[in-house]
């Protein structure tokens, strides 16, 4: 029986089985997901036609304690639940973007999306991005909070146009336009070496800006090539994308020539620590300001994957950010792109 238990023919066939089960454990849940989600439009649907016919507002409360009575100790029916049966289905059902999308994540996870989010786009993008990257509720709302959407339509990096297609999109969603680093005390006046001793302090707030999935390597990283030294400033590693972030800190405006030491320092990354079934290494600048015409220009020749991004004291986005988002039509290509196979 050892020998059958070290056979690679065995080991296969218990990869095999164990796959196929986990399949099956995911299609189970999701079909349960979809037959909830089901339920809970169709009660929406019926509650929101008795409405128009003059039911009245008591029919929710009256439904609610009489599904308790039917169903002890069911959870879900309570009247609050049932009024954003009725929100949801009154407010999806006739929209093209997200009346598809009803039953691609649980209840819960579109509860924190329709209370938080009331653009069309914006919900769009949080259905869609918790789908494709398994986002936890928790992980959700903090993204929402974060402001991920409009920092994700600001973003300017090239990585679209550089990085391979299998990691491209998670990179896209790595780089925001604006980060934020206002805890641990941080001053309006700060030098580099306090904006990066703030975040090291702080790192666990700092890595919940890129997600689950981004481990801390270190801070003044040692990179050494024909002899010399060189230190990035901090170094995160991904595990999805399987590839180094090389982080540089600047408390200026953003400078053209930024993007070349980043350049050299990719090159050695990539050339030195990087494995051979690693992802080459992903440069993110954050500056305390950028010009985006400037930006563009420096970004346009670079066949390294770099991304530029500002960052502030508040996690509310300046104002005048929001004259900076793209037109309808822009923004509906951009999300296209992030979800697309």
């Known amino acids: 029986m050892m020998d059958l238990i070290k056979d690679d023919s065995y080991k296969s066939f218990l990869c095999d089985i164990t796959k196929r089960i986990r399949s099956a454990q995911y299609e189970a849940m999701k079909a349960v997901n979809t037959e909830m989600m089901n339920l809970y439009w169709q009660i929406g649907k019926d509650l929101s036609e008795k409405q128009s016919l003059g039911w009245g507002k008591s029919v929710v409360e009256t439904l609610s304690k009489d599904i308790q009575k039917e169903f002890p ?17 009154s407010e999806y059902q006739s929209n093209e973007f997200l009346q598809p999308l009803v ?82 005390g941080l001053g309006s006046e700060h030098s580099e070496y306090e904006l990066e001793q703030s975040l090291i302090h702080n790192i666990q707030q ?14 003044q990283y040692r990179l050494e090539v024909a002899g010399k030294e060189y230190f990035v400033d901090i170094m995160l590693y991904h595990r999805r994308l399987r590839c180094f972030i090389a982080i540089e800190l600047k408390i200026g405006e953003f400078e ?36 985006r015409t400037i930006v563009e220009y420096a970004l346009k020749s670079s066949n390294m994957p770099i991304g530029v991004a500002t960052y502030s004291l508040s996690s509310r986005l300046p104002d005048d950010y929001v004259d900076m988002l793209p ?4 923004i509906e290509a951009k999300i296209s792109r992030l979800i697309e196979k």
Not at 73 to 89: A, C, D, E, P
Not at 136 to 155: G, R, S
Not at 281 to 290: D, N, R
């Open 73 to 89: 100790g069911i959870k879900g029916f309570g009247s609050r639940n049932l009024w954003y049966m009725v929100q949801f289905y």
């Open 103 to 184: 039953a691609e994540i649980s209840w819960a996870k579109h509860l924190a999306i329709m209370t938080k989010c009331k653009d069309v786009q914006e919900r769009r993008f949080y259905i869609l991005a918790t789908k494709k990257f398994g986002w936890t509720k928790d992980l959700l709302i903090n993204k929402i909070e974060l402001k991920a959407y409009e920092k994700y339509l600001l973003e300017q990096s090239n990585y679209e146009d550089v990085l391979p297609e299998s990691v491209k999109k998670q990179a896209m969603l790595a780089i925001k336009d604006d980060y934020f680093v206002g805890y641990g």
């Open 206 to 219: 700092f890595l919940s800006e890129f997600g689950p999935d981004v481990m801390f390597a270190g801070n």
């Open 256 to 291: 053209p020539e930024y993007k070349g030491k980043m350049d050299f320092y990719l090159n050695i990354i990539n050339d030195t620590i990087k494995l051979s079934d690693e992802n080459p290494a992903i440069g993110i600048i954050i500056c305390k300001s950028k010009d």
């Open 327 to 330: 037109e309808t039509s822009a």
